[in-house]
Nanobody
């Protein structure tokens, strides 16, 4: 049973930083990619960042590029999302997802094989 567990969510003020982690367990084979998503109340879930473990290529949503950084632990069991210069509009539940099949769109939540339960990030002004 593959499980993804997010942690690191908290309440911070505008301009603050947080580092989210997504810990993966139960893998019997090497997984190739992971994405971070977020969903604010009343809004659709959106892709935030993506990393391909095989190439180390990363993709970011326009609204977070330059402020957020996705990175991986060497063993690929944990992926981090460093979030700097946080804004109130970053307030959302943040989720991770793993194993995007070849040809899948990185910001499509249901395209991933495994999905986590989320961690809350609240940014106050």
């Amino acid at each position: 049973q593959v499980q993804l567990v997010e942690s690191g969510g908290d309440s911070v003020q505008t301009g603050g930083s947080l580092r989210l982690s997504c810990a993966a367990s139960g893998y019997t084979e090497t997984h190739g990619s992971m994405g971070w998503f977020r969903q604010a109340p009343g809004r659709e879930r959106e892709g935030v960042a993506y990393i391909d473990f095989r190439t180390s290529n990363t993709i970011y949503a326009d609204g977070v590029r330059g402020r957020f950084t996705i990175s991986q632990e060497n063993a690929k069991a944990t992926v981090w999302l460093q979030m700097n210069s946080l804004k109130p509009e970053d307030t959302a539940m943040y989720y991770c997802a793993a194993d995007l099949p070849e040809g899948g769109w990185w910001s499509s939540w249901y395209a991933y094989r495994y999905r986590g339960q989320g961690t809350q990030v609240t940014v106050s002004s």
